[in-house]
């Protein structure tokens, strides 16, 4: 998916009232309806991992405050409207501990729809893989909190997740859509948020390239070889090529999780 832009999604506490919950599981039942008897389910999935219908779609349910409840609720509601007998889409996930269910609920209704074990596992492998994407390789200071995978009976799967930044008090939220292109070069449709920040690494960036082949690379040598390089202090007059550009000096954590790089180098990636 090439979808880009923005929306407002300040953190709100607190719920949606209950009353208009129902209604929004009412009237989306409708949509969705219409939807799949209209484009199929691969038409539901296509409008959902659009940023702006989905934004639009949590309006016309009822939800309009454009905050960070915005994509819980509208899920949450979704998730129900779905759950009825003959709807060729699910959604699986919610959140905070409901998102880690994801994998069991995906193994559930996977058995329903008649789906193989092969495409079973690839949709909980997704789920996770998407997750460990935007909660770890783009380091943007947004906790994931929110976790959907939403697929219908052929596993054709789209992924909506948002993470939390308290300092800045928004949300963003990740759009994946069917356009998949792997994990690793730019593999979501979207991410929506009010702030763009300056200083973002971004490990599944098509142009972050380069660095993973460096750290696949440093994770395949002897970990003692790595940790003694790691442990070695820094000569300070040591000039840098910081010295001569206007970009500020990135100061690294000296943790390092030793153990998870070990486990790296016995699988050899």
């Not at 959604?91 to 994998?103: A, D, I, M, N």
């Not at 930044?165 to 356009?179: I, P, Q, S, T, V």
Request: net charge negative; proline share 4%.
């Amino acid at each position: 998916m090439g979808y880009s832009g923005s929306a407002i999604l300040p953190l709100h506490g607190g719920k949606a009232p209950r009353w208009l919950f129902h209604r929004m599981v009412s009237l989306a039942e409708c949509i969705t309806d219409i939807i799949i008897d209209e484009y199929g389910s691969i038409g539901l999935l296509e409008r959902l991992s659009d940023p702006w219908f989905f934004q639009s779609l949590a309006c016309v349910l009822g939800y309009d405050w454009h905050s960070s409840g915005t994509t819980t609720v509208t899920c949450g509601a979704l998730k129900e409207a779905l759950d009825r007998e003959n709807i060729p889409v699910t959604v699986c996930g919610g959140k905070g501990k409901t998102s880690l269910k994801t994998p069991q609920e995906i193994r559930h209704m996977a058995e329903i729809y008649g789906l193989s074990s092969y495409k079973t596992e690839s949709l909980v492998y997704a789920s996770r893989m998407s997750a460990k994407v935007d909660n770890s390789l783009v380091q943007d200071n947004y906790q994931l909190y929110h976790h959907c995978t939403v697929f219908d009976e052929d596993a054709n799967w789209i992924v909506i997740q948002q993470g939390i930044n308290d300092e800045r008090g928004n949300a963003r939220r990740y759009h994946w859509g069917l356009d998949h292109r792997g994990f690793l070069e730019d593999p979501q449709g979207a991410i929506l948020c009010p702030t763009k920040m300056d200083e973002v690494l971004n490990m599944s960036s098509i142009d972050s390239r380069d660095n993973q082949r460096t750290c696949v690379d440093l994770v395949r040598d002897n970990p003692l070889k790595l940790k003694k390089e790691f442990a070695e202090p820094v000569d300070s007059s040591q000039s840098r090529l910081d010295d001569w550009t206007d970009r500020k000096t990135l100061v690294m954590p000296r943790s390092v999780n030793w153990t998870a790089v070990r486990k790296a180098y016995e699988i050899q990636p």
